[in-house]
């Protein structure tokens, strides 16, 4: 299993910026992508970005296209959502997911990914 860490998560006001930060560790050679999800009160885990490990192709939902750039530092074993514009609807838990398996052409669904982070705040405020 692959552990992950997120961090950088807090408070910034609508319009601002913050990057987060998911370290990687364990059986890191089997990751075929990292996706960043994101959970607010009272609503389902949705999908926000994802990257391939190897080529680094990206995929974004169309809520954060244009905005929000997943990255990854391959020699870190670390990825990276750089937020900007930010929306007080960004408000969420976000969390970072490794995918071990290739499967389907989809990177949008939470059941294809095997492992999961603990999350890290983001509060937007209006």
């Known amino acids: 299993q692959v552990q992950l860490v997120e961090s950088g998560g807090g408070l910034v006001q609508a319009g601002g910026s913050l990057r987060l930060s998911c370290a990687a560790s364990g059986r890191t050679f089997s990751t075929y992508a990292m996706g960043w999800f994101r959970q607010a009160p009272g609503k389902e885990r949705e999908f926000v970005a994802a990257i391939t490990w190897g080529a680094g192709s990206t995929y974004y939902a169309d809520s954060v296209q244009g905005r929000f750039t997943i990255s990854r530092d391959n020699a870190k074993n670390t990825v990276y959502l750089q937020m900007n514009s930010l929306k007080f609807e960004d408000t969420a838990v976000y969390y970072c997911?490794?995918?071990?398996?290739?499967?389907?052409?989809?990177?949008?669904?939470?059941?294809?990914?095997?492992?999961w982070g603990q999350g890290t705040q983001v509060t937007v405020s209006s």
């Open positions: 997911a490794a995918r071990a398996h290739y499967g389907t052409t989809r990177y949008d669904f939470t059941y294809l990914y095997d492992s």
